[in-house]
């Protein structure tokens, strides 16, 4: 700000050293004091969750269990790590996850989960449907439960990252998570004005002999569509299995697995299938592993899938 006179330009910076060395709040510090108590003062909420239901939550939740990666990753992501005392089994990322305290897999140990005294539980879809009498359970002991609904698209993963930050105060910062993936999207698809030639692209979701894929109403597809390349079990839906025969016959040009962190060299294991070798992928050995998590869990880590598909099938446009 401008100031008329240097003397008291003089006087106020002086002040300030002295405010500050005295102890004085910082304007980080302030920002930081006017922005906890934004965030309280947004209390109390109402969601509607993946059951239809609305949920108010009255204060802030200050413990929090998540019993799906996606909901924490998308928890951390929002800057949540230390509200976070307990997931699931399956919980891997980031990595200081594996600190928190499990509780079950399918099943949820309920008296694990209790024991931890959480405000809020993040269920998945699935969980809402099959574990009506747990979420009862919870909501009797005065723990508010939001039922986070599946994401198949992107836009649907945009929604639960909405629903995760308006029930934990962390609005503003969802806003910019999306936002910048949105950004970085558009990017993505300016680029791909730059595909010279469609590739035909075969996903493996597991190993053969059961040869599971992608089609479309999935976030691999529309990966694919985003980066300008065609996915070759378009024409089915959601997560099907597709025999050797129709893949070989469809001839990709490009083949990305996603089991590599079960099954080591799962490359090697396609190059050396009996009657693939002339299929183009495999003659130009252009097979590639990505990581699953990235592609299948409806959270920031989206993009970073794409981005790992999109180097894979056009390296020269998506460098």
Same mark, same amino acid.
């Given at each position: 700000?401008?100031?008329?006179?240097a003397g008291l330009l003089a006087f106020l910076m002086a002040l300030s050293?002295?405010?500050?060395?005295?102890?004085?709040?910082?304007?980080?510090?302030?920002?930081?004091?006017? &922005?906890?108590? &934004?965030?309280?003062?947004?209390?109390?909420?109402?969601?509607?969750?993946?059951?239809?239901?609305?949920?108010?939550?009255?204060?802030?939740?200050?413990?929090?269990?998540?019993?799906?990666? *996606?909901?924490?990753?998308?928890?951390?992501?929002?800057? #949540?790590?230390?509200?976070?005392?307990?997931?699931?089994?399956?919980?891997?990322?980031?990595?200081?996850?594996?600190?928190?305290?499990?509780?079950?897999?399918?099943?949820?140990?309920?008296?694990?989960?209790?024991? #931890?005294?959480?405000?809020?539980?993040?269920?998945?879809?699935? +969980?809402?449907?099959?574990?009506?009498?747990?979420?009862?359970? #919870?909501? &009797?002991?005065?723990?508010?439960?939001?039922?986070?609904?599946?994401?198949?698209?992107?836009?649907?993963?945009?929604?639960?990252?909405?629903?995760?930050?308006?029930?934990?105060?962390?609005?503003?910062?969802?806003?910019?998570?999306?936002?910048?993936?949105?950004?970085?999207?558009?990017?993505?698809?300016?680029?791909?004005?730059?595909?010279?030639?469609?590739?035909?692209?075969?996903?493996?979701?597991?190993?053969?002999?059961?040869?599971?894929?992608?089609? *479309?109403?999935?976030? !691999?597809?529309? !990966? #694919?569509?985003?980066?300008?390349?065609?996915?070759?079990?378009?024409? +089915?839906?959601?997560?099907?299995? !597709?025999?050797?025969?129709?893949?070989?016959?469809?001839?990709?040009?490009?083949?990305?697995?996603?089991?590599?962190?079960?099954?080591?060299?799962? +490359?090697?294991?396609?190059?050396?299938?009996?009657?693939?070798?002339?299929?183009?992928?495999?003659?130009?050995?252009?097979?590639?592993?990505?990581?699953?998590?990235?592609?299948?869990?409806?959270?920031?880590?989206?993009?970073?899938?794409?981005?790992?598909?999109?180097?894979?099938?056009?390296?020269?446009?998506?460098?």
């Open positions: 700000m401008k100031k008329r006179f050293i002295v405010l500050t060395a005295c102890g004085g709040t910082s304007e980080n510090e302030n920002k930081s004091k006017n &922005s906890s108590e &934004s965030t309280e003062s947004a209390f109390p909420v109402t969601v509607k969750d993946g059951t239809g239901e609305e949920i108010t939550i009255k204060d802030k939740p200050e413990r929090i269990v998540s019993l799906l990666p *996606s909901n924490t990753e998308t928890a951390y992501a929002l800057g #949540l790590e230390d509200e976070i005392v307990g997931v699931s089994d399956y919980d891997n990322y980031p990595e200081s996850v594996s600190e928190k305290t499990k509780l079950g897999g399918i099943e949820v140990n309920v008296e694990k989960l209790l024991e #931890l005294n959480p405000d809020l539980a993040l269920f998945s879809a699935s +969980q809402g449907t099959n574990d009506k009498d747990i979420i009862q359970q #919870l909501q &009797s002991a005065g723990i508010d439960v939001v039922v986070v609904p599946d994401a198949n698209s992107i836009e649907g993963a945009y929604e639960t990252m909405e629903l995760i930050a308006k029930a934990t105060g962390k609005e503003t910062e969802g806003e910019e998570i999306i936002a910048e993936m949105k950004e970085e999207i558009a990017a993505i698809k300016e680029k791909a004005a730059e595909v010279k030639e469609t590739k035909k692209v075969w996903i493996e979701v597991s190993a053969s002999p059961d040869l599971y894929t992608t089609g *479309s109403g999935t976030f !691999m597809n529309e !990966m #694919l569509e985003i980066i300008g390349a065609e996915n070759i079990a378009a024409d +089915q839906e959601g997560w099907v299995t !597709m025999s050797e025969e129709t893949v070989i016959e469809r001839d990709p040009d490009v083949i990305i697995t996603t089991y590599g962190y079960y099954i080591d060299n799962p +490359q090697e294991q396609v190059y050396a299938r009996s009657g693939w070798s002339e299929v183009n992928a495999v003659k130009k050995k252009e097979v590639y592993d990505v990581n699953s998590d990235t592609v299948t869990r409806p959270g920031p880590r989206l993009i970073d899938g794409l981005k790992e598909i999109a180097k894979a099938v056009y390296p020269d446009v998506y460098k």
